[in-house]
């Protein structure tokens, strides 16, 4: 379904770019997400202004508006999508056995992409679906009018993590992200006692945007980005898609335990776990995610030359893992005769 949005897109944009530019485009295909954040709320706001934030219209309108783009993402799919070279050099490759070895020849990696998309997406997931319990807001226009706003002051983490993606490690730009959105988790615990009330304090406010920005342009963008980059084609989309439906656990995970703890404690609480588990996360981050270079990644992109030759997928997973955890195959950062 559309969650295959996340591997498909991440496998096509990696494949049609070379390893240097790769960080940049992954970066340029997420932030997208930011601007489809801010489109959905502004089309109820601006169909609550023509037809009442009452009528049956404004819901069948918005509802609409989304099919007609998912139509026309399918359309032009269909139409202008073709698969990647790479893919087609590894499409006749391993099964389904051979793809099972070649992602557990690779377990540390995908432990890594996995596991911390995972965690990221219960904080994420668990504030921004209740964004308006946070800040309360009466439903309706209003509710949308937050939604609005905590998307717009997210944006610009989004549009940074673009020139930052090519510049710095996308496991650093991770870590980072993580440790300061702990950080603005602790100081909402500290000073968010107007949190969940109709007294919303502005400084509540404005560390909670800068969490956001510290979110969309770090660990938002790289936990979709680095299992685009770090896999070999022939399994690159199943490990992106195993790390996105974890997130996606995370996501859940998130969703239901926000109301039970925010009812059971308080919103400083809340806070407080969130800031927990975002810095559980950079420690996983550290110590399952590989720290690569351009150059690790185009020793892993030669791998795919050699699955027309014959060379299987586990063995490509096991050199790749090689390189991205030992420095190269060998110890040496040059790929052994193929």
Known sequence: GVGGEYPLSAANTVENVTPESSARALATTFAGMGLGLILAPLVVIVLSAAFGANSGFVWRGAFAFGAMFASA???????????????????????????????????????GT???????????YGVSMYSTTIFPAAPGTDSALIVLLIAVLSFPGS?????????????????AGLLMMALSYVLLSCFGSSLGTSDISLICVVIFSLGKCFDTGGPGMTTFAIPGQIFPTSIRGTAHGISAASGKLGAVIGTFA????????????????????????????WLFVPLYTVEDLKEISKLTEGAAAGLAAERQAELAEQVLHEGGVGGKGELEPL
């Open 159 to 175: 549009l940074a993590a673009i020139p930052l993606a090519g510049f710095f490690c996308l496991r650093s730009l991770q870590i």
């Open 258 to 285: 926000f109301p039970y703890v925010s009812s059971a404690a308080s919103m400083e609480t809340v806070m407080g776990l969130m800031a927990a588990v975002s810095a559980i996360t950079a420690i996983w981050t």
């Open 73 to 111: 993402l399918a359309f032009f799919r269909y139409r202008h999508l073709q698969e990647t070279s790479s893919y087609k050099a590894t499409s006749s490759g391993a099964g389904s056995e051979g793809k099972g070895l070649a992602l557990w020849s690779m377990r540390r990696s995908l432990a």
């Open 114 to 124: 996995a596991g911390s998309w995972l965690l990221y997406d219960i904080v994420t």
